[in-house]
C-alpha cells in the first residue's frame, strides 16, 4: 500500500471551521495556558551481509587465474556503471521492499518492547524495563509524541491506534516545570503538527499543538526576542539557562522557525510568525563574518555570546533552518536564500578541509573565532549537512531534472561537496568495529598520518542518531545513485547486528562503538523512532511520490510540513542590514521553486486557488 500525502491544507474560510472555531475558542477560555489567559492568543484557529567474493570453494585449476581475472572486471565495470565514485559495498541480495520490512520489524520490536514496559513515558531503558518521566507525573508524551508520524508513514495501524488512544486520554501540557524550548518544540510541536498533516487534518493533534505552541510562545519575551533556553508550560515564562552565562544556543534558537511558522498559516494568527521571524533578524544583525555563527547567543542583548564556531551541536540546525525556511515558503522569503548561501561560502571558504592519508573531506571547527585555528573534529550531528546541500542545490528536485534546467557552478559545487560529505559521514561507521559511528570523529591531516579518522573514548558511544542515514536518504531520493542506499542499509544492519536487545526486545544506544561485543547504554531516545528508523525506511521506499522533497520540508526531529506560500496572510516582515546600517540587498533568485524550461507533469502543478475561497489559498501537497 503507499502512502497518500493528505490532498489539501484546511480551508480556513468554511462553515465547519467557523463552527469549530468558535468551541475550541471557548476551550481556550478554560484552557490555563498563560499566552491564552493574557488573552492575545485563540486556542485554535484554524542495511545483506557483505560476503566478500565468497566463492562457492576454494579448489584450484588452471581457471583459477583467467577467472579471476574476468570476475574483476565484471566487478569493477558493475562500480562505474553504477555511476558511483564508491570503494566499498556490494549490491543488495534483498529487494527494496524486503529491506523496508526489516526496518519496519526493527521499528516494531523497539516499539512494542516499549508499549509493553514503559508506555508514555519519557525516558525508556529498555535493557532494564526502567522507565521515567522527564518532568512532573504524566511527563510530555516524548517518545509517543515523536513517533506519531514513523507509524503513518509505516502504515503501523495497531500501534498508532495505542498511541493515538494515548494521546487523546493522557497527554497534558499544563505542567508547571520548565522544559527546553528547542526540544519540545522540535520534537513535540513537530510530532503533534506533522501527525495532523499526515493523518488527513485529525484534529486531536492540532488542538495539542496549538495549546502547546501558545504555552511555549512565552519562551521568546526576552528583552531581544531572541528565545529563553527554557520555558514553564503552566505559566509560560521563559526561564535563561542555568548554564553558559545565561545564554541560548544559537542552533536551538534559530530552529523553532518552521514549526511556529506552519502553526500561523494553520491558524491564521501572525503572533506565531512574528515571534518566531524576529529571531532572524536579530540574528542578522550581529553581521557574523561570512555567515558563520558562534554557538551562543544572550536573549538579554540579542548578541552572540562567545565565538566558538562549529556545525556540530548548537550550531547545525541554524544553517539547516536558513535552507528550509527558504524552501517551507515556496522560495518566497529569498533572504534566507541569500543567508544560506553566504553561510555555505564561508564553510567552504574556511572549515572544508581534507584528511590524510585518504584525503576525506570534513568540516573543521573554530572553537576561538573565525580568524582562528581550526580544529579537525567532527560531530555525527554534521553529517545532516550532506543532505541539506544536496537539498539546496537542487530546492528538492531531482538532480537529473535540476541539471536540465538553470545549472550553476555554485550548484555543481554544492552538489560536489555533498557528496565528499556524504562519503565521509559513511566512513564514520566503516572504520569502527562494530561498523556504528561514535558520537564524534577527528580527522587527522599530518602527512605522518595512518589513518584518517581517530576516534577519543570519551566519544566512542552512540546514541542511535539519525544525521547520516537522514542524509542518505536525501542523496538517494535526489540522485538515485544506488551507493547511498547500499550504505544504508549496511548502516541498517550493523545497528541490527549490535545495538538490538536479545529476542527482539528493543534496541539500546552504546558506550564504544569500538568494542566488541558492544556494551549497551540501556537507553533508546526518542529519535531513534522519529528520525533514524524512518528515514532509513523512505530510503528504501520505490515511490517518490511518498513525500517529495520538492513538496515537504523536514523539520530537524524528521517530521514533514507540507510546503506552502505565505502570502496573503503573511509575508517576511524585516529586510537585512549592513554593519554601516544601509539596506543589504536581497536579490531574489531565479524562480527554482519549478526549474526554468522543467517539463512539469501536469499533475505537479498547483491547482488554482477556490473561488471566493478561505483565507489561505489550498497549497498542493500532492504529486
Ligand atoms: C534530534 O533531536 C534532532 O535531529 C536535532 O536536530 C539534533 N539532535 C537529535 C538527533 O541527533
Redesign the pocket.
Known amino acids: 500500500m503507499s502512502f497518500n500525502l493528505p490532498q489539501k491544507l484546511p480551508d480556513f474560510g468554511d462553515q465547519v471551521r467557523k463552527a469549530e472555531d468558535y468551541v475550541w475558542s471557548r476551550a481556550t477560555t478554560a484552557s490555563s495556558s498563560s499566552a491564552n489567559s493574557r488573552g492575545f492568543l485563540p486556542m485554535y484557529k484554524d542495511k545483506p551481509q557483505n560476503s566478500r567474493f565468497a566463492g562457492p570453494d576454494s579448489r584450484r585449476s588452471r581457471w583459477t587465474g583467467p577467472l579471476f581475472l574476468f570476475g574483476l572486471v565484471v566487478v569493477i565495470f558493475y562500480f562505474m556503471s553504477s555511476g558511483s565514485d564508491s570503494f566499498s559495498s556490494k549490491p543488495n541480495s534483498i529487494s527494496a521492499k524486503e529491506q523496508q520490512a526489516a526496518i519496519k520489524e526493527a521499528f516494531l520490536e523497539s516499539w512494542n518492547d516499549y508499549e509493553k514496559y514503559a508506555l508514555g513515558k519519557d525516558i525508556y531503558n529498555p535493557i532494564s524495563k526502567k522507565s521515567r518521566n522527564m518532568y512532573g507525573e504524566s511527563g510530555l508524551g516524548w517518545i509517543v509524541v515523536d513517533c506519531l508520524d514513523t507509524m503513518m508513514i509505516m502504515h503501523l495501524d495497531e500501534p498508532l491506534r495505542v498511541a493515538r488512544d494515548w494521546v487523546a486520554n493522557n497527554l497534558t501540557y499544563d505542567l508547571d516545570c520548565e522544559v527546553s524550548t528547542f526540544?519540545t518544540t522540535?520534537?513535540m510541536l513537530g510530532g503533534l503538527l506533522s501527525a495532523h498533516y499526515l493523518s488527513d487534518y485529525d484534529d486531536l493533534y492540532l488542538e495539542k499543538a496549538v495549546d502547546l505552541a501558545n504555552r511555549l510562545i512565552g519562551a521568546f519575551d526576552s528583552s531581544s526576542g531572541i528565545p529563553y533556553a527554557d520555558v514553564n508550560l503552566h505559566s509560560g515564562v521563559g526561564r535563561k539557562s542555568p548554564a553558559d552565562g545565561g545564554a541560548s544556543s544559537t542552533?536551538e534558537a534559530t530552529?523553532l522557525q518552521l514549526e511556529f511558522k506552519y502553526v500561523a498559516k494553520l491558524t491564521g494568527e501572525s503572533l506565531y510568525w512574528e515571534k518566531a521571524e524576529k529571531v532572524m533578524q536579530v540574528v542578522d544583525n550581529n553581521h557574523a563574518e561570512d555567515g558563520l555563527v558562534p554557538i551562543f547567543i544572550h536573549p538579554d542583548t540579542g548578541l552572540f555570546w562567545g565565538s566558538n564556531i562549529r556545525l556540530g551541536s548548537r550550531g547545525?540546525?541554524y544553517y539547516?533552518y536558513l535552507l528550509k525556511q527558504y524552501l517551507q515558503t515556496s522560495s518566497r522569503e529569498p533572504l534566507y536564500r541569500q543567508m544560506y548561501d553566504e553561510s555555505m561560502t564561508g564553510l567552504k571558504k574556511r572549515l572544508i578541509k581534507k584528511s590524510k592519508p585518504g584525503g576525506l573531506t570534513f568540516v573543521a571547527e573554530l572553537p576561538h573565532g573565525i580568524n582562528q585555528a581550526t580544529v579537525p573534529k567532527m560531530d555525527?550531528?554534521v553529517c545532516?549537512l550532506p543532505g541539506n546541500l544536496a537539498l539546496g542545490a537542487t530546492n528538492g528536485y531531482s538532480l537529473q531534472l535540476a541539471q536540465r534546467t538553470s545549472w550553476t557552478v555554485a550548484q555543481a559545487a554544492d552538489m560536489k561537496l555533498a557528496k565528499e560529505l556524504m562519503k565521509t559521514c559513511y566512513e564514520m561507521y566503516t572504520v569502527t568495529k562494530t561498523g556504528i559511528a561514535p558520537e564524534i570523529a577527528y580527522f587527522n591531516t599530518e602527512d605522518s598520518s595512518t589513518e584518517d579518522i581517530t576516534i577519543k573514548y570519551q566519544d566512542s558511544h552512540n546514541?542511535q542518531?539519525?544525521?547520516t542515514v537522514e542524509s542518505l536518504f536525501v542523496m538517494w531520493r535526489i540522485t538515485k545513485d544506488p551507493i547511498y542506499r547500499r550504505w544504508g542499509w549496511s548502516i541498517f544492519e550493523a545497528f541490527q547486528k549490535h545495538a538490538r536487545l536479545m529476542n527482539g526486545n528493543g534496541y539500546s544506544s552504546l558506550e564504544n562503538v569500538n568494542e566488541l561485543p558492544p556494551r549497551f547504554r540501556d537507553n533508546m531516545?526518542s529519535?531513534w523512532l522519529a528520525?533514524t528508523l524512518k528515514y532509513l525506511y523512505l530510503l528504501f521506499e520505490d515511490d517518490d511520490t511518498v513525500l517529495p522533497l520538492d513538496k515537504v520540508v523536514f523539520n530537524?526531529?524528521?517530521h514533514p510540513f507540507p510546503k506552502f506560500k505565505p502570502e496573503p496572510l503573511f509575508k517576511t516582515g524585516w529586510s537585512r542590514k549592513a554593519e554601516n546600517g544601509e539596506a543589504k540587498l536581497t536579490t531574489a533568485p531565479a524562480d527554482l521553486d519549478i526549474p526554468k524550461g522543467a517539463t512539469i507533469p501536469k499533475r505537479q502543478r498547483e491547482p488554482k486557488p477556490r473561488k471566493g475561497g478561505g483565507r489561505n489559498p489550498p497549497p498542493v501537497v500532492r504529486l
Open positions: 526540544e522540535i520534537r542552533a530552529s547545525d540546525s539547516e555525527h550531528l545532516f546514541l542518531r539519525p544525521e531516545e529519535f528520525e530537524t526531529e524528521a
